[in-house]
Structures are given as C-alpha cells and as structure tokens.
C-alpha cells in the first residue's frame, strides 16, 4: 500500500507513543465513520463493515486502537490487509480521502487469509499478496463502483463467495476468546487456565493464538479489556473512571491509566471525553 496506510507506533520518552507532541483524535472520532452489520450469511466471519471519510483540511495523525481485529481495507490506493495490533498504529490519511472496510472478527482471519496473523502483526500488506488475481480483480470492480454503498456491497459479496474455501478455526480459539472475554480467567497465564478446560498442552495454545490472533492470549486479554473500556466510556458517560476500571477488569484506576497509555498513548480521561461527545 502507499505511505498513507501504513502503522505507526514508536516510541519516545516525553512524547506521544507516536513520536509527536501533536493532540491525538481517535480514529472513530475524525471526520466521518460509520459502520453497518455484515449480511447474515457473514455475521459468524465479520464483525461489520464500515466507511471512513476524512474531512477536507490538513492531514493529521489519528490513533487507531487494537482491537483485535484484522481488516480487508479498500482506499484509492488500492486494496490491502491491515494486520492485528499490539498497540495502537498513527496512519496519517489524506485529506478527503475515503475508506472502505470488512473487519473480521478476532480468531477468524488466518482461515480466511490463509497465513499465519503473527507474520502480519503491526503491518499493512496487499491484499494482493495473499488473494493475488481475486484481489486485483475486487480492486478493479470497486474503483469502479459509483459510490460508498456499491464498493460494500462488492466487497462483502466477494468475500461471501469464499465461504466454501474457509475452514474453521480450531476450537481452542472460540473457548480462549470465551474465557477471555467473560473474565472466567484470574491467572495471569490465560494459557495456563485454558489447558485445564482442553486437552490441549500449553505448547499447542500458545503456538495457535499466534497463528489465529497475532500474538499471545496474554495479550488479547490486554486489547479485549481496552475494548470493553472503550464501549464503557461510550455507554456511560460521566461515569468515574475508578468504577469503570474495576468493572472493565482493571485491578484499580491506576492500572487502567497505565494500559491506555501503554496500548493507546492517550489517558483514561483523554478518551473518556472524546467518546463522551
């Protein structure tokens, strides 16, 4: 992809995690974003589909939090695959430019793309690369499209056609996100917990959360409770940032200040207000 898709993420003491003392916006939050359900013969592969339109002006970096997603992403610059993040990226998109994306829902892409998500982790590829004439065949049909609407459409109906190519995930995936995302798990080695509900070794899981996830459950855990935060600010504005970390699963307030800033640059109040307006 050109420069304008790629991630961003270094780190600088005194600085923002994106190098720069500029205000960070979350992504969400600059110019236009707006997301719609996957069509049901989707809704167990893809979490939604979505458009982003970035307003008129001059370019500025936003912070695009992890999620634990991967995303098939169409702009004028051609198609590509937004990998897992570890931490947040700071892409710098054109003025007036418009975005157009599948995510995928967490442990489901590797099948999907047929690689191995550690080998895309914090990384832009074509999706050239991986679909090869597929996808220059699905980037030829979407810049030609006459707008925002048709492009989804298209893209959501080539991906559907791929259905019978796909094979499932292995279950130790769907029982680590369950574990993870309902905080069934008090070890600090979600690992650990999870062999003792399978009869799979320690070895085997963390070898396949890396294949399905991009990284280790330890840190899925970290992206999954920053997502929970994220829809907590959301629903709850106002609410005091102690009671949303202990109901976020954070051990107190100060632990929370601590992973937003590690995953994200911005503080728990930085992104309280932004998701409260």
Known sequence: MECDLRKHAVGDEGKNM???LEPLTLAKRRGTYRERPAPASLAAHVECLWS???????????AVVPDGCVDIIWSHSGLAVAGPDRVAAFPVIGSGETLIG???????????????????????????DLWGRDARDLDARMTEAAD????????????????????APPGEIAACLDLLRHGRSASDNPIRSLAQTTDTSERTLRR???????YGAKTLDRVLRLQRFLAACHAQAGASLTALALECGYADQAHLTRETRALTSLSPREIQRQLAG
Do not use: N, Y
């Open 148 to 167: 925002t609407s048709a492009r989804s459409a298209i893209l959501a109906e080539v991906v559907k056609r791929r259905i019978p190519m796909v094979a």
């Open 208 to 214: 396949r959360c890396h294949e399905h996830f991009g």
């Open 18 to 20: 994106h190098g720069s």
């Open 102 to 128: 599948l995510r995928f829902r967490p442990g489901i892409a590797a099948c999907w793309l047929r690689t191995r998500l550690s080998q895309i982790t914090g990384t832009i590829v074509p999706l050239d």
């Open 52 to 62: 982003h339109v970035m307003p008129e002006g001059q370019a500025s970096r936003m």
